[in-house]
């Protein structure tokens, strides 16, 4: 069983930066596909990005691209997403998910999920 742990969450102005953490229990971690979804108020689940097991591929949704960076260190078991030029409609709670094997784009097909941080951008 693998835990997930996200952190660096907070508030924010619009234009600035913050980097998420996803801490993950578990030998297998190295193995996985690793993604970042988010929930704004009101709003379903949207995918953000992945990262394959080895870092090789990565994939972000058009709202992120060129402005966030989905990163991972197995060596410590952690997955990062680097936001930059935030905006206000980036607010919402992230979320780190995982599952071994292939590569994912779609909640329904990971099966690890952490608790959520609150990202918070200011106009």
């Known amino acids: 069983q693998v835990q997930l742990v996200e952190s660096g969450g907070g508030l924010v102005q619009a234009g600035g930066s913050l980097r998420l953490s996803c801490a993950a229990s578990g030998r297998t971690f190295s193995s996985y596909t690793m993604g970042w979804f988010r929930q704004a108020p009101g709003k379903e689940r949207d995918f953000v990005a992945a990262i394959s097991w080895r870092g090789g591929r990565t994939s972000y949704s058009d709202s992120v691209k060129g402005r966030f960076t989905i990163s991972r260190d197995n060596a410590r078991n952690t997955v990062y997403l680097q936001m930059n030029s935030l905006k206000p409609e980036d607010t919402a709670v992230y979320y780190c998910?995982?599952?071994?094997?292939?590569?994912?784009?779609?909640?329904?097909?990971?099966?690890?999920w952490g608790q959520g941080t609150q990202v918070t951008v200011s106009s």
């Open positions: 998910a995982g599952r071994g094997g292939g590569f994912y784009t779609e909640d329904y097909e990971y099966d690890y």
